[in-house]
């Protein structure tokens, strides 16, 4: 018999945890169940998942309308292939869907994760401008400090700095990068291009027209690229400029998506729709990895005029009925409950609790969106340090670059979100 390593020294020999260095595996704790808001560890310590596990558990972990709809579906048809099949629970989902998203929104291809949506919606892009004629449009323009995900093409429109750039230069497609919106979501919009970053778009994608198939942006929400809040009427301006360019708007709602910054989606901070919106993350309420692509019938229509008609694209697992079911239960949950109101006491109340922070020494800003909570630091801030203090504190918190953060699952009682507060102010303190 080989070594014999208990479950933990397995998993720090064997197992990549992400962005992590295989060989120097920082703290990790071994989840043994979790329900609601809570992560229960090996040795019983119950920690609140502040972080909804990475944006996506905001009706808590194990919800029973989830996990039953999933223990429904693996009863009668857990998986078949979408090729010249189809089933109820793509179907009822799909109809769901419609029912909640942007009304031009009419067509919706079902993929794995959200990094494969993104690469949907830019084939996508890519695909309908080929139809209509424009064959060198393939590359993209997007706005820095920005983040898609992890796939070859997604990781292309990350942001160039923070993102994987440096290391993957030459691997990289070429796109187009335009600074963040600089006009912040709450200040008062100025008209005056030079100073409302739109000078700098139009002069973009005016100066490569017959390069740039899509802009592609996350509306009103950077998240990973730093949980930055800009102004919407950045956004009704870019859909005119894009018009005026034929370039197609692709809004990456994956991270604002579900009622996450108090709206629906991010896209109903403006007054204007994307032909293109990716979405993900929440789509299952965090219980099975799902994502969708959604786009108009100007774009669908287009490609399927188009040479050669087909698109291009078709996962094993396209439509998982499992992961479709699952979402459409999560869906009925969100749009079942007054979720507004829900999100609203949840974003007050981190307003008044995280405001004393804005008095501690290193804090740069403090802001708050929705059912998202911010305290940006004026320095990094280490994962691996904040996870022993958070603990101490009963919750689980992940800060990211200098931003210490929660999006709390809508579920969270009052209580157990001045928990997460607290724990929250105790790292900006301490690290
Ligand atoms: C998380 C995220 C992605 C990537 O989704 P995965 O499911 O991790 O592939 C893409 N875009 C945004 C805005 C995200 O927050």
Same mark, same amino acid.
């Given at each position: 018999m080989t070594d014999v390593l208990s479950p933990l020294e397995f998993d720090q020999k064997h197992l990549w945890h992400p962005y992590t260095n295989v060989t120097k595996p920082g703290p990790t704790f071994v989840v043994k169940e979790a329900e609601g808001?809570?992560?229960?560890?090996?040795?019983?310590?119950?920690l609140i998942d502040a972080m909804s596990s990475w944006w996506c558990m905001m009706h808590g972990h194990r919800n029973p309308a989830i996990t039953g709809a999933i223990h429904q579906q693996l009863e009668t048809l857990p998986h078949v292939m979408f090729g010249g099949l189809t089933h109820h629970a793509a179907i009822d989902l799909g109809r769901?869907?419609?029912?909640?998203?942007?009304?031009?929104?009419?067509?919706?291809?079902?993929?794995?994760?959200?990094?494969?949506?993104?690469e949907v919606a830019m084939k996508m892009a890519v695909q309908y401008q080929h139809a209509m004629g424009h064959v060198g449009r393939?590359?993209?323009a997007t706005i820095r400090s920005g983040y898609h995900g992890d796939t070859w093409k997604a990781m292309s429109v990350c942001d160039p700095d923070t993102g994987m750039h440096h290391l993957f230069q030459g691997a990289l497609s070429v796109q187009h990068f335009v600074s963040r919106p600089p006009i912040?979501?709450?200040?008062?919009w100025n008209d005056d291009p030079a100073k409302n970053g739109l000078e700098e778009l139009r002069r973009v994608l005016s100066a490569a027209t017959d390069q740039i198939a899509g802009f592609i942006l996350e509306p009103v929400v950077q998240g990973t690229g730093g949980m930055y809040f800009y102004h919407p009427e950045y956004l009704n301006q870019a859909r005119a400029l894009c018009d005026e360019f034929g370039i197609l708007l692709i809004f990456d709602e994956i991270a604002t998506g579900f009622g996450r910054t108090g709206q629906l989606f991010a896209t109903g901070h403006c007054a204007v729709e994307p032909d293109i919106i990716c979405l993900g993350k929440g789509l299952t309420g965090g219980h099975i990895s799902f994502a969708t692509t959604m786009t108009n019938d100007r774009v669908a229509t287009g490609i399927g005029n188009g040479q050669?008609?087909?698109?291009?694209?078709?996962?094993? =697992?396209?439509?998982? %009925?499992?992961?479709c079911a699952a979402a459409k239960a999560a869906l009925d949950l969100l749009t079942g409950q007054d979720w507004q109101s829900r999100?609203?006491?949840i974003s007050s109340q981190m307003r008044t609790e995280l405001a004393p922070a804005r008095a501690l020494p290193n804090v740069a800003d403090v802001r708050v969106l929705g059912a998202i909570g911010v305290i940006e630091m004026t320095?990094?801030?280490s994962a691996d340090a904040a996870h022993a203090r958070a603990r101490d504190m009963g919750v689980f918190l992940r800060p990211f670059g200098k931003n210490i953060y929660t999006m709390p699952p =809508?579920?969270?009682? %009052?209580?157990?979100?001045?928990?997460?507060?607290?724990?929250m102010l105790r790292l900006a303190q301490e690290l």
């Amino acid at each position: 018999m080989t070594d014999v390593l208990s479950p933990l020294e397995f998993d720090q020999k064997h197992l990549w945890h992400p962005y992590t260095n295989v060989t120097k595996p920082g703290p990790t704790f071994v989840v043994k169940e979790a329900e609601g808001v809570h992560l229960t560890l090996e040795d019983g310590t119950r920690l609140i998942d502040a972080m909804s596990s990475w944006w996506c558990m905001m009706h808590g972990h194990r919800n029973p309308a989830i996990t039953g709809a999933i223990h429904q579906q693996l009863e009668t048809l857990p998986h078949v292939m979408f090729g010249g099949l189809t089933h109820h629970a793509a179907i009822d989902l799909g109809r769901k869907l419609l029912e909640i998203t942007p009304a031009s929104l009419t067509r919706i291809f079902y993929c794995d994760s959200g990094s494969v949506s993104v690469e949907v919606a830019m084939k996508m892009a890519v695909q309908y401008q080929h139809a209509m004629g424009h064959v060198g449009r393939s590359q993209f323009a997007t706005i820095r400090s920005g983040y898609h995900g992890d796939t070859w093409k997604a990781m292309s429109v990350c942001d160039p700095d923070t993102g994987m750039h440096h290391l993957f230069q030459g691997a990289l497609s070429v796109q187009h990068f335009v600074s963040r919106p600089p006009i912040r979501l709450g200040e008062e919009w100025n008209d005056d291009p030079a100073k409302n970053g739109l000078e700098e778009l139009r002069r973009v994608l005016s100066a490569a027209t017959d390069q740039i198939a899509g802009f592609i942006l996350e509306p009103v929400v950077q998240g990973t690229g730093g949980m930055y809040f800009y102004h919407p009427e950045y956004l009704n301006q870019a859909r005119a400029l894009c018009d005026e360019f034929g370039i197609l708007l692709i809004f990456d709602e994956i991270a604002t998506g579900f009622g996450r910054t108090g709206q629906l989606f991010a896209t109903g901070h403006c007054a204007v729709e994307p032909d293109i919106i990716c979405l993900g993350k929440g789509l299952t309420g965090g219980h099975i990895s799902f994502a969708t692509t959604m786009t108009n019938d100007r774009v669908a229509t287009g490609i399927g005029n188009g040479q050669p008609g087909i698109f291009m694209h078709g996962p094993t =697992y396209m439509a998982n %009925p499992l992961a479709c079911a699952a979402a459409k239960a999560a869906l009925d949950l969100l749009t079942g409950q007054d979720w507004q109101s829900r999100v609203a006491t949840i974003s007050s109340q981190m307003r008044t609790e995280l405001a004393p922070a804005r008095a501690l020494p290193n804090v740069a800003d403090v802001r708050v969106l929705g059912a998202i909570g911010v305290i940006e630091m004026t320095h990094q801030v280490s994962a691996d340090a904040a996870h022993a203090r958070a603990r101490d504190m009963g919750v689980f918190l992940r800060p990211f670059g200098k931003n210490i953060y929660t999006m709390p699952p =809508y579920v969270t009682t %009052p209580d157990q979100l001045s928990q997460i507060t607290a724990g929250m102010l105790r790292l900006a303190q301490e690290l």
